[in-house]
C-alpha cells in the first residue's frame, strides 16, 4: 500500500493554510462526496511534549464517484480557520466498493521543528476534505471534538528509606508541563495530585491522599510507615494537559 506525505509549509502551529475553513460545511456530499467512519487517535486525547514528534492515527471512509488527488481528516478550531497539524501522511485507496474508499491516516504533530502556541492547547474541531483532480474540493465538518494537550511530568521522593513502623514518612515532588514556547517543562502550581501506596508484593496502587501542588509545582506531604512498598503521585489532567504518573520510590518498613 502506497503512502502519501504532505507537510505545512509555513513556520507555525496552527497554520490557516488554506482559505475558507472558517465556513466548513455541516453534513456530507455538498460536492459529491460522503465522509463517514471518522476515528482520530482512537478517541483519545493527543498529548503533546516539547521535543518529540507525535503520530495520531486516523481513519475515514470516503465516498465519491468523482477523480480525486488527496482525501485527508483534520482538525480546525472556530471562526478563525487555524488548522493544526504539521505533517500529514495518508494511505493509498482500500478499495471497500466502486467509489468507496477507507483510508488510513496520520497526523503528525513536532513542537521541537514547528513553533506551537500554548494557547492551542483544548478543544478542536474535525472536518474532512479532499482535492478533485483537475481542481475544486470538498470540505465537509464531521460535528467530533478531539482534545490536544500539553504533556505533563510529575518527580517523587519517599524519605527516610529504611524507616521504623509507625515513624514518618515524607513525600515530596514536583509536577510540571510542556510549555510549547519555550519548548521546556515548567511549574504547574496548584494542581490536585493523588498520592498513591503499592505494599511489596501486591499488583496495585491505592490512593493514600490527595494534595494541591504550591504555586511552584511542588508537592509535600506526610504518612505513617506501615507497610514496605513503593510509594508514587498520579495527576489525571485536565481539558488542555495530559495526566501523568510518576517514577515509583520504593520505602523499606523494619
Same mark, same amino acid.
Given at each position: 500500500?502506497?503512502?502519501?506525505? /504532505? ?19 455541516? =453534513? ?5 462526496? &460522503? ?6 487517535? =482512537? ?21 465519491? @464517484?468523482?477523480? /480525486? ?11 478563525? =480557520?487555524?488548522?493544526? /497539524?504539521?505533517?500529514? %501522511? +495518508? ?13 488510513? %491516516? @496520520? ?12 494557547? %492551542? ?17 470538498? +470540505? ?20 527516610? %528509606? ?9 513525600? @515530596?515532588?514536583?509536577? +510540571? ?9 515548567? &511549574?504547574?502550581? $496548584? ?15 491505592? @490512593? ?5 501542588? &504550591?504555586?511552584? $509545582? ?14 508514587? /503521585?498520579?495527576?489525571?489532567?485536565? +481539558? ?15
Amino acid at each position: 500500500m502506497g503512502k502519501k506525505v /504532505w507537510r505545512v509549509l509555513v513556520a507555525g502551529g496552527a497554520a490557516a493554510v488554506f482559505t475558507g475553513v472558517a465556513a466548513v460545511p455541516a =453534513g456530507a456530499a455538498e460536492g459529491g462526496v &460522503s465522509f463517514t467512519r471518522v476515528q482520530v487517535n =482512537g478517541g483519545k486525547p493527543i498529548v503533546i511534549g516539547v521535543a518529540k514528534e507525535v503520530g495520531a492515527p486516523t481513519s475515514f471512509r470516503m465516498e465519491t @464517484t468523482r477523480k /480525486w488527488k488527496w482525501p485527508a481528516v483534520f482538525l480546525y478550531r472556530g471562526d478563525t =480557520g487555524d488548522r493544526l /497539524w504539521h505533517a500529514i %501522511e +495518508t494511505s493509498d485507496c482500500n478499495q471497500v466498493r466502486s467509489g468507496v474508499c477507507d483510508i488510513a %491516516e @496520520t497526523m503528525y504533530f513536532d513542537p521541537d521543528v514547528w513553533d506551537m502556541r500554548n494557547s %492551542e492547547a483544548g478543544a478542536w474541531k474535525v472536518a474532512a476534505e479532499v482535492y478533485f483532480k483537475g481542481g475544486g474540493g470538498d +470540505t465537509d465538518d464531521k460535528g467530533l471534538t478531539v482534545y490536544v494537550k500539553r504533556n505533563s511530568r510529575l518527580t517523587v521522593n519517599a524519605a527516610p %528509606e529504611p524507616v521504623s513502623k509507625g515513624k514518618t514518612i515524607t513525600v @515530596t515532588g514536583k509536577v +510540571t508541563r510542556a510549555n510549547w514556547e519555550t519548548k521546556k517543562y515548567a &511549574s504547574y502550581g $496548584g494542581r490536585l495530585v493523588s498520592l498513591q501506596f503499592k505494599p511489596s508484593g501486591a499488583t496495585s496502587y491505592t @490512593t493514600v491522599k490527595k494534595v494541591h501542588a &504550591s504555586g511552584s $509545582g511542588g508537592l509535600r506531604t506526610t504518612v505513617k510507615a506501615s507497610k514496605t512498598g513503593a510509594w508514587r /503521585w498520579v495527576y489525571y489532567g485536565n +481539558t488542555t494537559t495530559g495526566p501523568s504518573t510518576s517514577a515509583a520510590d520504593n520505602v523499606v518498613v523494619r
